[in-house]
């Protein structure tokens, strides 16, 4: 359902101070690094995905 909501309605962007952004960027970046690197050369699939959804900012 929530996916449908996503598709036919325009949801708002979430409104973050600077310093807010720096940090869970650092802890989402850490986190997806060591999950990515836990995983071996599988981890590239999502390192791809995480920069892929860099760009939709």
Not at 4 to 32: N, R
């Amino acid at each position: 359902m929530a996916l449908v909501m996503t598709h036919l309605t325009a949801l708002g962007t979430l409104i973050l101070p600077a310093a807010v952004q720096a940090v869970a960027g650092v802890v989402a970046g850490f986190g997806i690094g060591v999950i990515a690197a836990i995983m071996g050369v599988a981890g590239g699939e999502l390192l791809a995905a995480a920069v892929v959804m860099d760009q939709w900012r």
